[in-house]
């Protein structure tokens, strides 16, 4: 910008063309001005008008110009003092319409920040939404994917079993699983991990109906006394195209010793030979069978939703029976009896923390039943203790301690008001003290057995009528359940160790 020096008299920019005022003319010649030079703001809007009034003023006569001189001073003056003014105006106009500019651009820059701001808070907003539908979905694909390896863990798993059981059958059907001379021993550990409890609760069904059917049949079992009042028994079964038996012995004198009172295997045997193949601990397998078969007759016989359970004698069958019992019933409530009461404190202890359930102890059997949906007995006791008055209508009771004909664990009175079912009629009629001696006593006659656990299960035999009825299940222990238990076992180790 230049800042032209200005006429001293009219304190304009007087030039020889046209000067401004009297003394003007001789300022220009002094000067030498020729040109009217203005400061403007070259970014100014105005600078247009004021460059366009710069050559109107340079090129073309002033309105008021005559000859090229001023003709009226003062009206020219006034005009030049409108001008400056107007230009003032002007300024301030600009200046205000600067700041008004401004005052908008501030504005707009405020609405803007505001804009931002809102902008970001609703970005913020939609990017929270985003991130959580994002995590959500992440959560649900983790879920599926979860899932969907539990159901290809759990199918693996049972084709694998399924596998297995077919490889176990062609085993048993080629004889290539007993083709090996080498026997497969199985101790107690072994059978433990292998025969888990709904494996087995499978197996009793598949032996009970087999019984039933006659694909399965096991002679007398035949129990002699040794040297020393002991016993050794011989219990066989065979089931398709293979057999077996439980050998065992009972010394009742080794109760407190080491040694436990019952002792022995089940043996397999090559159906086409007759060579023996392989044997298994019996006294695990009877321990969880026994269980087991429980657990079958009372998926056919009690409520659907009993949840309250009774154990009476807290010892091996009280254990096995607490874990069948929670395989095929929705079981929330559990109470223990046991004639000596530090067996039920420890039972209700450590199976409390194995099944995480809670287990109340009771003071007397009368304490433990009278509530139960489902009552297991599981004491060897010589006198009947379980009274009919103490058992609520529509329970189940699986009667296991006794098995011989002169000893029971139930009252003749209760054996009368329940509907009584064996898991072999025959053997319930020449064994079971708890059909026997009522029937001797005349308060029940043959008709009282409704039939057999297998009969139930192959929909033969009625089951269950109504939600009042007690129903008992007397068990006496078969040599079928031991040996289809022995097949699984032996097979399952040839299959996949040959
Ligand atoms: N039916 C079958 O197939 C079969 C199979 C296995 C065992 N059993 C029988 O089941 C019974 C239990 O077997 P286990 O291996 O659990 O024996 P165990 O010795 O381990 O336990 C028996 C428990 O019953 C308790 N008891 C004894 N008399 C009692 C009574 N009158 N009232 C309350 N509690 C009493 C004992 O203190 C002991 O804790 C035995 O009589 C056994 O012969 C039957």
């Known amino acids: ?76 003056d006034r005009h030049d003092k ?15 319409h600067d700041k008004h500019e401004n005052h908008e651009e501030h504005d707009k820059h405020e609405n803007h920040k505001e804009h931002d701001k ?48 077919s490889k176990m059958n062609k085993g048993i059907n080629e004889k290539d699983a007993f083709s090996d001379s080498k026997m497969i021993i199985m101790e107690a550990d072994e059978v433990r991990e292998k025969l888990t409890m709904p494996v087995c609760i499978e197996l009793m069904k598949e032996a009970l109906i087999k019984l039933e059917t006659k694909e399965a049949q096991q002679p007398l079992r035949s129990i002699s006394q040794i040297p020393g009042g002991n016993l050794f028994g011989f219990m066989p079964a065979w089931l398709d195209d293979y057999f ?13 010793t080491k040694y436990p009172s019952h002792m022995g295997y089940v043996m397999m045997f090559d159906s086409k030979h007759g060579a023996p193949v392989g044997m298994a601990d019996c006294s695990t397998i009877t321990e969880i069978r026994t269980g087991a078969v429980s657990a079958a007759a009372t998926s056919v016989l009690a409520k659907d939703d009993a949840s309250k359970l009774a154990i009476i004698g ?23 009896y046991d004639i000596i009461q530090e067996a039920a404190e420890a039972f209700a202890k450590e199976q409390s923390m194995k099944f995480n359930i809670n287990i109340k102890t009771a003071g007397s059997v009368e304490e433990a039943v009278k509530d139960a949906d489902i009552i297991c007995t599981l004491t060897p006791s010589k006198e009947p203790y379980m009274r009919v008055e103490w058992i609520k209508a529509g329970a189940h009771i699986n009667a296991v301690g006794t098995f011989s004909p002169v000893t029971r664990e139930l009252t003749s009175d209760l054996i009368a008001a329940s509907k009584l079912y064996a898991d072999q009629v025959e053997a319930m009629e020449k064994e079971a003290g708890e059909y026997i001696i009522p029937l001797q006593e005349g308060r029940i006659t043959r008709e009282h057995i409704i039939g057999s656990i297998g009969g139930v299960l192959s929909g033969k035999v009625p089951g269950r009528q109504n939600d009042m009825e007690i129903t008992v299940f007397d068990a006496l222990g078969l040599a079928v359940e031991d040996v289809i238990c022995g097949r699984y076992l032996v097979c399952r180790k040839a299959s996949t160790e040959r």
């Open 1 to 76: 910008m230049t800042d032209e020096p200005r006429c001293p008299h009219c304190k304009r920019h007087c030039e020889l063309s046209s000067p401004h005022c009297k003394k003007g003319e001789e300022y220009a010649k002094e000067t030498g001005y020729s040109k009217i030079q203005k400061t403007v703001k070259p970014e100014s809007p105005d600078r247009k008008a004021d460059e366009s009034e710069k050559v109107e003023m340079n090129g073309k006569p002033d309105k008021h110009e005559k000859n090229g001189k001023p003709d009226k001073h003062k009206k020219h």
């Open 82 to 96: 409108n001008e400056k003014h107007d230009k003032f105006d002007k300024h301030d106009k600009h200046d205000e």
């Open 118 to 165: 809102h902008d970001k808070h609703e970005n913020h907003k939609e990017y929270k939404k985003e991130h959580r539908e994002e995590r959500r979905e992440e959560h649900r694909k983790e879920h599926r994917k979860e899932r969907r390896k539990d159901h290809k863990e759990k199918g693996h798993e049972m084709k694998h079993e399924k596998d297995r059981e």
């Open 244 to 256: 077996g038996a439980k050998v065992i012995t009972a010394f009742h004198g080794n109760r407190g």
């Open 314 to 336: 807290c010892g091996a069958q009280g254990r096995s029976h607490l874990e069948a019992m929670l395989c095929v019933r929705p079981v929330k409530e559990v109470i223990c």
